[in-house]
């Protein structure tokens, strides 16, 4: 039994990956989204927070991980913050084959991965989608986030690979700079022609 076409699905802050993702299961498509399975596992009762306590004492409560606590014991830390990866990642890692496994007879699946190219995870898709808009759109969006500021924004941005390199890298690329409508047909597209690719292998 061939198991499905894996196809990464990432983009950078703004970009509206979450929206894209959102019509991919719409239709159909099974959708492993990693940052949700992190937020699962370090939430009330997450199967995490045990060792992520042990780590960095002080950094949990009832409702799962304090991100204020833990932020201040990683942020510009590389040596804690590979701590805490080295944690978070092989488990994240046994959610998507648990996923695979569950989805195996489905043609097309779908990683919703937002570091796909930062983390090195491209290497393990059989294709890339990126979700891209102009620059203006997407500081638009940011910014009208609850809390966010210029500062943070550049700060995001400078963690995350350009959207011009993720867009020279990809394999397809989703623009969400124009209407719900357009993008949701270029969605349905190109659902249609991973579905024809998984056939043809």
């Known amino acids: 039994m061939t ?3 894996i196809v990464g699905l990432t983009g950078s802050i703004g970009m509206g990956k979450s929206t894209v993702a959102t019509m991919f ?8 989204d990693a940052d949700a399975e992190v937020r699962a596992m370090q939430g009330p ?8 306590e042990l780590a960095f004492p002080g950094s ?5 991980v304090l991100r204020e606590k833990l932020g201040e014991q990683v942020f510009g830390d590389k040596v804690a913050l590979a701590r805490l990866e080295a944690i978070v990642h092989p488990a994240v890692a046994r959610k998507r084959e648990a996923f695979l496994i569950e989805h195996v007879g489905a043609p097309v699946v779908v ?41 943070k924004f550049a700060h ?12 020279a890298r990809a394999d397809h690329i989703i623009d969400t700079g124009t209407s719900i409508e357009l993008t949701e047909s270029e969605v349905i597209e190109l659902i249609a022609e991973l579905k024809r690719a998984s056939a043809a292998r």
């Open 3 to 5: 198991r499905p076409l």
């Open 25 to 32: 299961e719409a239709a159909g498509v099974p959708v492993f």
């Open 45 to 52: 009762q997450g199967e995490l927070l045990p060792a992520i």
């Open 60 to 64: 949990t409560g009832p409702h799962g």
């Open 111 to 151: 990683f919703d991965i937002p570091l796909l190219f930062e983390k090195g995870g491209a290497a393990a898709v059989d294709r890339v989608v990126v979700v891209s808009a102009p620059a203006d759109a997407q500081r638009k969006r940011v910014l009208a986030r609850p809390g966010m500021t210029e500062e």
């Open 156 to 167: 995001i941005l400078s963690l995350q690979v350009p959207d011009a390199d993720k867009r």
